[in-house]
T-cell receptor, first 112, second 114 residues
Framework: RKEVEQDPGPFNVPEGATVAFNCTYS??????FFWYRQDCRKEPKLLMS?????NEDGRFTAQLNRASQYISLLIRDSKLSDSATYLC?????????????WGLGTSLAVNP | DAGVTQSPTHLIKTRGQQVTLRCSPK?????VSWYQQALGQGPQFIFQ???????QRGNFPDRFSGHQFPNYSSELNVNALWLGDSALYLC?????????????FGPGTRLTVL
């Protein structure tokens, strides 16, 4: 099993739709979690950190489910500009391990 | 507040050559991580530098080496380049004492090996 797994998609949705991505992780001791957004041929940009209590930033909501070892990202009222690849990142933080583990990304295309 | 900067933005080399990529971290950050991202793949961790030492290393051969300077900037060196090294090389900076290890990326260096 991969350390971090995401559905690669692509997810094709119309403008205004609500779309959700899940990401599963294998290390139950993982400490911190992030969602990054990456546009084609650009660097990843931090979208949001994921906290145990869940967090919301405008149209974006992130949730963490430790029991089932997954994190989710919900995008409401999708915009054309949301089209990108969304990368799930997990920090195991076991001992001195500070290496972030990256998923392969989920591709989203928002259509007019 | 300057973000993470990398140079050069693009580079073309031939097989067997050596390359040096450079990164300046975000102001106030002390840790630099390097990643390789091939087309259609997620970033693959190469190594991380903190206090001028390599602290973590991913599954990359010794041809990949690095350095961190007292001002926290960093270099990535790749020797004996081969075609498979063609990728986007990303540098990310973070603050060790920050607790969450949130990383911020530079724009990357796109390396093409012919």
């Amino acid at each position: 099993r991969k350390e971090v797994e995401q559905d690669p998609g692509p997810f094709n949705v119309p403008e205004g739709a609500t779309v959700a991505f899940n990401c599963t992780y294998s290390n139950s001791a993982s400490q911190s979690f992030f969602w990054y957004r990456q546009d084609c041929r650009k660097e990843p940009k931090l979208l949001m950190s994921v906290y145990s209590s869940g967090n919301e930033d405008g149209r974006f909501t992130a949730q963490l489910n430790r029991a089932s070892q997954y994190i989710s990202l919900l995008i409401r009222d999708s915009k054309l500009s949301d089209s990108a690849t969304y990368l799930c990142v997990v920090n195991p933080k076991a001992g001195n391990n500070r290496k972030l583990i990256w998923g392969l990304g989920t591709s989203l295309a928002v259509n007019p | 507040d300057a973000g993470v900067t990398q140079s050069p933005t693009h580079l073309i080399k031939t097989r067997g050559q050596q390359v040096t990529l450079r990164c300046s971290p975000k102001s106030g950050h002390d840790t630099v991580s390097w990643y390789q991202q091939a087309l259609g793949q997620g970033p693959q961790f190469i190594f991380q530098y903190y206090e001028e030492e390599e602290r973590q290393r991913g599954n990359f051969p010794d041809r990949f080496s690095g350095h961190q300077f007292p001002n926290y900037s960093s270099e990535l060196n790749v020797n004996a380049l081969w075609l498979g090294d063609s990728a986007l090389y990303l540098c990310a900076s973070s603050l060790v004492t920050g607790g969450t290890d949130t990383q911020y990326f530079g724009p990357g260096t796109r390396l093409t090996v012919l």
